[in-house]
T-cell receptor, first 113, second 110 residues
Framework: NAGVTQTPKFQVLKTGQSMTLQCAQD?????MSWYRQDPGMGLRLIHY???????DQGEVPNGYNVSRSTTEDFPLRLLSAAPSQTSVYFC????????????FGEGSWLTVV | TQLLEQSPQFLSIQEGENLTVYCNSS?????LQWYRQEPGEGPVLLVT?????EVKKLKRLTFQFGDARKDSSLHITAAQPGDTGLYLC??????????FGTGTSLTVIP
């Protein structure tokens, strides 16, 4: 039972480079989201999706793009990496938002130099 | 803007002590959840509360949802080293977003 799988686990980027963090879930969840976690800031929502073909912005969307072509996959793209995007990124999924368990991936540690 | 504020931010206690973590907001939530996160891993759900005033117990952990559904508390009795971790509250409403608190880092010293 894979749950939520995100890759890569670790990545170092140079300022200005682009990259994609991959996320896949095998639980047939409609709701998927990306968070970043920084010390003392908890988890902040970047983008979310309530189903295939539907995406929306969260609290901190600038510098990131997402797409949801299938129910299973929700990649996060960094368009032009900046040092301020150094963080730990978590992909998550749930059946819906209200009262349902959020399942998280193991995290992706991104450093932008 | 952080919708959910947790206190304290850091807590270091001796094994066997009791502690309470608070999660406060000015917003009303349809449900509130508590998660625990260990280093190098994603958060894992501990409990969901959905009714104002609701109290749930999970072994030595007691969770309460405020009557107005704006706040919650987590009480741990006789803390053990295995309780060490980052505790996060998360609220959801009729909008399609989960809002996470700032987190409480708990260290239980043997």
């Amino acid at each position: 039972n894979a749950g939520v799988t995100q890759t890569p686990k670790f990545q170092v980027l140079k300022t200005g480079q682009s990259m994609t963090l991959q996320c896949a879930q095998d639980m047939n969840h409609e709701y998927m989201s990306w968070y970043r976690q920084d010390p003392g800031m908890g988890l902040r929502l970047i983008h979310y999706s309530v189903g295939a073909g539907i995406t929306d912005q969260g609290e901190v969307p600038n510098g990131y793009n997402v797409s949801r072509s299938t129910t299973e996959d929700f990649p996060l793209r960094l368009l032009s990496a900046a040092p301020s995007q150094t963080s730990v990124y978590f992909c998550a999924s749930s059946y819906s938002t209200v009262g349902n368990t959020i399942y998280f991936g193991e995290g992706s540690w991104l450093t932008v130099v | 803007t952080q919708l959910l504020e947790q206190s304290p931010q850091f807590l270091s206690i001796q094994e066997g002590e009791n502690l309470t973590v608070y999660c406060n907001s000015s917003s009303v939530f349809s449900s509130l959840q508590w998660y625990r996160q260990e280093p190098g891993e994603g958060p894992v759900l501990l409990v969901t509360v959905v009714t104002g005033g609701e109290v749930k117990k999970l072994k030595r952990l007691t969770f309460q949802f405020g009557d107005a559904r704006k706040d919650s508390s987590l009480h741990i009795t006789a803390a053990q080293p295995g309780d060490t971790g980052l505790y996060l509250c998360a609220g959801s409403n009729t909008g399609n977003q989960f809002y996470f608190g700032t987190g409480t880092s708990l260290t239980v010293i043997p």
